[in-house]
Each structure stands twice: as structure tokens, then as C-alpha cells.
């Protein structure tokens, strides 16, 4: 199925989940979980969360950033992926000069 993120809405989130700045987003939803289309400007960031009951993948399109992972930093740029596994941490910040586009990938709650 294809899936036309210029269709949704965008969807604009100051501080998601602590961080700083805004994410600019584009989320596709169904009965089994959803895929998100995101942006952070430079020097934003998606602050750090623990995914009780699912996970989550974070594929990096453009630009460069670091994702704190359990308490490691790892330095992430275009055709990079990130897992974060169910009971685990993670946060997400563009530590680069222009945006940082992502898709990431939520499965519904086990």
C-alpha cells in the first residue's frame, strides 16, 4: 500500500516529550500501528522516553544527529537506522547544520 505523506496534515509538536524546540510531522495510523514522517530543525530534539510497551525504528533520510540509546550516544546521518527495543530508552536530536528528516516506525501497544 502506498502511503502519500503530502496528503496528511502536518502536525506540529513543541517540546515532544521534553525536548527542545518543535517536530514537524506527518503520522500515517492504522489498527496495527503507525509510521511517522518527521522533521527536526537544527538544534531540536525529541527528549528521552522509555517504550514500556512497544518499540520503535527511526530510519534517517537527511541531515546528522545523535539518538542517546540507554544512556549511549550514537551519531546517525542519511541510510542510518535505529532500533529502540520494548523496555528501553531513547531520545533524538538534530546536532547538525540544516534538517534532520526521519521516518520512524511505532507498532500498537503489544
Known amino acids: 500500500m502506498k502511503i502519500d505523506f ?4 502536518l502536525a ?3 517540546n515532544m516529550k521534553g525536548g527542545e524546540k ?4 506527518r503520522r500515517f495510523q ?3 500501528g503507525g509510521i511517522l ?13 522509555t517504550h514500556e510497551s512497544n518499540y520503535e525504528v527511526i530510519y534517517i533520510v537527511s541531515g ?10 550514537e551519531t546517525l546521518g542519511p541510510g542510518d537506522c535505529s532500533y529502540c527495543p520494548q523496555g528501553h ?3 533524538l536530536m538534530n546536532t547538525g547544520t540544516e534538517d534532520l528528516t ?3 516506525v511505532l507498532p500498537n501497544r503489544q
Open 22 to 25: 518543535e517536530v514537524a510531522s
Open 37 to 49: 514522517q518527521g522533521k527536526l530543525i537544527p538544534g531540536a530534539s525529541i527528549g528521552l522516553h
Open 102 to 104: 526521519f521516518f520512524a
Open 64 to 73: 546528522h544527529g545523535t539518538m542517546l540509546c540507554d544512556g549511549e550516544r
Open 6 to 9: 503530502d496528503a496528511i496534515p
Open 89 to 91: 530508552s531513547h531520545s
Open 30 to 32: 492504522d489498527e496495527l
Open 12 to 14: 506540529v509538536t513543541p
